[in-house]
Structures are given as structure tokens and as C-alpha cells.
């Protein structure tokens, strides 16, 4: 059983059954109004940055192939000059702790940076607002249009809004998409009608959760799916910048005319015009405090700005500060001055260890891969003259992208030879694999399993060697 009051105030009592309890919160739809200003600027500016890149990359040549490719179906990943095999996975390990590193650095000095700015779930929603907005208008008209009763008008301007979208979405899972197969035989593919079954599913895969999560889910992804929002907490500390409205300065908060002496009225700088809440893209009211909700995305900085420049006040009263900053009054040197705290230290020393050891493995790296492996068809066996032969498989993979000849030579036993061709010719990026025949006199080494060493050299360039230990097995 349940209660609820009757108008007269007298309690009510309702069946259990006939209580109904959401499983979800109701969603309201939000209609982030347009700002302008610095942060916006600055949130543009990422948009075409990471967008450039995105967008453009794949089409830059190199070497008579794209500049970047991840070619799943030969496994090999061509990055500018490198070309990286499954046996490179160890980079690959190291440019994720990289980026993991990086997050909690840029988190713990100045919040949710990465949010705000770079997250493709921000760039791709900035981007179908901006779309939104040209073709429906600003937030008032939005509301409105949304609203109305269907219509000619509201049905063309739908359609006109989804045609673009689906266009863009269509475009980025195409993008997306060409980073894994060659971009240019891609294009050739759509033109002709020719593509593939897996390339039509993953174009509109992509399309279709850049339509649905920037056209629709939009701050219901930072808010239910986004596993940064909920751990990103942990990472801050009282020193950490976040965008914070200065509720000293602000309130009292309440409407007043542009000349009145409002201290002397008794109230604060907030004019309680609730603009900030109106441009921000989570629907939060930043005068409540941090709340997970807020993607750091300083619209409500901009719009705040722009209303203390009206009124004739400081700017600032909404504003990128710390915790500590807030209670002791500290100004921007007393912030810039507690940055250099244990914390971030740490992570900046691990950090730049990290990345000066990946540009040394880079530099250093040596073009050429060697993998041994026993024949198991063929053990060791007794040939000519007491000699003992043993097979081995040698895989080896050439990672530059210029056909190449390598020698190969074995050691780690007396008078240890290849009685096979010692020449390997591999292609440009390419792999061989070749039976080489090892032979030892009987009494070269002990019974059983020796330890021997093949070594791979190219023969134009003799820095290019490797070196890999197998078992030579002795049989009496
Ligand atoms: S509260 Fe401000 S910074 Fe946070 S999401 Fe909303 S507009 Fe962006
Ligand atoms: S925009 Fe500024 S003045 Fe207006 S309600 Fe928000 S904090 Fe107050």
C-alpha cells in the first residue's frame, strides 16, 4: 500500500499495484542555445583541427599508398614512413598507456579538458547543432518548431535537417572506414556500386552511431554511457581547475535594471537570467556546483561573459578556478603556482619517460623481423660425414618498403654451418618463409638441446641484423 494526499489534505490509500515507478529517468529534450565567445572559439578551433585530421588524412599519399593504413586483411599498419606488423603489438601497448597517462594529467590539472573540447561525442554534436541551427534556427524557434502541429514547413525543414545529417553521418563511416581499406579504391567502390558486404555493414555501422549519438543521444552518452564521466571524480583534487560559478560573488542572485546599485539592494552579480543553463549542452545549471553532468565545455563561461559585459560587471563571475582558489580568494598566479603538485608530477615524470623511451625504440628500430621455428616434420637427424642436421622454418618480414636480400648466417656452435641457400630475397613490406638446413660435426656439442643463434643481416645495409636463439638438437 501507498499514500498520497486528497486536496483537502486527508492521506489517500492506494493499491501497491497501482503504483508505477520509472525504471528511467524521463528524458527532456534540450535546446542549447548558440554562444558566442573565447571558449567557443577555442571549441571550434578543436573541431576543425580534429576534423581536418580525421577527414583529410586518409586521402594524404605516401610512398604510392595512403600516408595512414590500417590494412587488417594483410596485417600491417602503415603509419607515414613505418610500417608496423602484429609483432609491433608492444607499440601499440605503449601509445595506449601514453593516452591513459595523458588523461589523468590533463584531468587532474584542468578537469575534463578532453571532453570539452576533443571528444569526438562533443566535436560531432557541435557539429549537427551547428547544422540544427541553420537549417531550424536558434533555440526559441526550435522549441517552437517542435512544438508545432505537422506541417509543410516543419516537414521541410525535418527533412532538410536529416538529409544533411545522414549525409554527414554517411561520410564519416565512409572516412572511418577508409583508414582499413585503401580510401581511393574505396571511392571507386561506392561510384561503381561494387562495395563490399563487410564495407556496406561497417559504413553504415559508423553512420549510423554518428547519426543516432549526435543527432539524438547527444548528452544522454556523456551522461549513461561515457565510463570517464563516473571515474573522472577520483582524478580531481582541491587543485584541479574546473569550470565553477562564484557563488560569493554571485548571489544573492536576482533581476535587476542595468543602473541599479545593486549591493545596495542587497543582491549579488547573478542576474538569475539563466542564460548560462540555456546555452549548456547537458541541460545543468552550473550555479548548483560540480555535477558529473558538466562536460567542461565553458559555453556557460561565454554566455556569463557576455551578460557581466552588459551589465557593466567584472567578467568572470562563471569561470575556470580550483576549489582552493575559490575559498582562499587566490588570484591566477596562486592557481598556476599550485600546478605543480605530487600528483601531476608524478604523472609528467612517468610521462615523459614513457614517450622519450617510444621515440628512442622508434629511431632505433630496426627494420626486419625474424621468426625461427622448429620443422617438426624433420628432427634432428645424422648426414654425411658425422655430421648432424636439424631444420628449422624462418619467417622473415621485411619492414621496409624497398625489396630487400638477406644473409643468413648461424652461430653458437664449432664449425656450425647452413647447409642451405644462405640468400633470402622478401619483398617490399612483405614476409618469407624458408627451410634452412643447420649443420654441426656430432662432437660439437653436447647431447641433447645447444643453444645457437641465426643471424639475419641484410646485405645493403649491414646495421640491418637481427639476431634469434633457437635449439640445436644433438643426437647420439
Ligand atoms: S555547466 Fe557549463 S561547462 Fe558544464 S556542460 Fe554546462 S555549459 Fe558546459
Ligand atoms: S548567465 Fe551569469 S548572470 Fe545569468 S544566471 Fe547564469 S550565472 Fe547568473
Redesign the pocket.
Known amino acids: 500500500m501507498s499514500a498520497e494526499r486528497t486536496p483537502s489534505g486527508a492521506a489517500k490509500v492506494i493499491p501497491i499495484q497501482e503504483v508505477e515507478q520509472a525504471l528511467y529517468e524521463v528524458r527532456k529534450k534540450i535546446y542549447p542555445r548558440a554562444v558566442h565567445g573565447t571558449f567557443a572559439a577555442w571549441r571550434w578551433a578543436f573541431v576543425w583541427l580534429t576534423q581536418l585530421i580525421f577527414y583529410g588524412l586518409c586521402w594524404l599519399p605516401w610512398n604510392d599508398r595512403q600516408a595512414v593504413l590500417f590494412d587488417l586483411v594483410h596485417r600491417k599498419f602503415y603509419i607515414f614512413g613505418w610500417v608496423f606488423w602484429p609483432q609491433d603489438v608492444f607499440y601499440l601497448a605503449i601509445i595506449l598507456i601514453i593516452s591513459a597517462l595523458s588523461l589523468f594529467l590533463f584531468t587532474t590539472v584542468a578537469g575534463r579538458l578532453w571532453c570539452g573540447y576533443a571528444c569526438p561525442q562533443t566535436v560531432y554534436t557541435e557539429m549537427f547543432l551547428w547544422v540544427e541551427r541553420l537549417v531550424e534556427g536558434d533555440r526559441a524557434k526550435r522549441m517552437k518548431l517542435d512544438g508545432a502541429p505537422i506541417s509543410a514547413h516543419k516537414l521541410g525543414l525535418k527533412t532538410a535537417k536529416h538529409t544533411i545529417w545522414i549525409a554527414m553521418a554517411l561520410w564519416t563511416g565512409f572516412t572511418f572506414v577508409g583508414y582499413f581499406t585503401p580510401i581511393r579504391e574505396l571511392a571507386a567502390e561506392v561510384v561503381s556500386a561494387s562495395l563490399g558486404p563487410w564495407e556496406t555493414f561497417w559504413i553504415l555501422f559508423y553512420g549510423f552511431a554518428t547519426y543516432g549519438n549526435a543527432g539524438f543521444m547527444r548528452e544522454q552518452v556523456c551522461k549513461y554511457m561515457c565510463p570517464y564521466a563516473r571515474f573522472q571524480g577520483v582524478m580531481f583534487d582541491p587543485d584541479t581547475l574546473v569550470i565553477t ?1 562564484d557563488r560569493e560573488r ?1 548571489d544573492p ?1 536576482g533581476a535587476r535594471g542595468r543602473k541599479t546599485d545593486h549591493r545596495a539592494a542587497g543582491l549579488g ?9 540555456q ?1 549548456c549542452p547537458t541541460g545543468i ?3 548548483n556546483g560540480l555535477q558529473y553532468e558538466c562536460i567542461g565545455c565553458a559555453a ?1 563561461i561565454d ?6 559585459d552588459k ?1 557593466g560587471y567584472a567578467r568572470g ?2 569561470r575556470y578556478s580550483t576549489e582552493n582558489a575559490l575559498r582562499s580568494h587566490w588570484g591566477r598566479a596562486d592557481i598556476l603556482r599550485h600546478i605543480a603538485r605530487p600528483r601531476v608530477i608524478v604523472y609528467t615524470v612517468f610521462l615523459t619517460a614513457i614517450v622519450v623511451a617510444l621515440m628512442w625504440g622508434l629511431a632505433v628500430r630496426v627494420p626486419l623481423k625474424v621468426n625461427v621455428m622448429r620443422d617438426r616434420a624433420a628432427l634432428a637427424r645424422e648426414v654425411e660425414n658425422e655430421q648432424i642436421e636439424n631444420v628449422f622454418r624462418l619467417q622473415v618480414m621485411n619492414t621496409t618498403e624497398a625489396a630487400r636480400r638477406y644473409r643468413v648466417s648461424v652461430e653458437g656452435m664449432q664449425e656450425i654451418s647452413i647447409a642451405s641457400e644462405p640468400l633470402i630475397e622478401v619483398g617490399p613490406a612483405g614476409s618469407h618463409q624458408v627451410a634452412v638446413r643447420v649443420r654441426a660435426p656430432r662432437g660439437a656439442g653436447r647431447s641433447g638441446a645447444n643453444t645457437i643463434w641465426f643471424v639475419v643481416r641484410a646485405e645493403d645495409d649491414q646495421r640491418v641484423v637481427v639476431r634469434e636463439k633457437a635449439s640445436f638438437l644433438v643426437i647420439r
Open positions: 560559478y554571485g542572485r552579480d547573478c542576474v538569475d537570467c539563466e542564460i548560462c543553463v546555452v545549471d552550473i550555479r556557460c554566455a556569463c561573459d557576455q551578460v557581466m551589465m563571475l562563471i
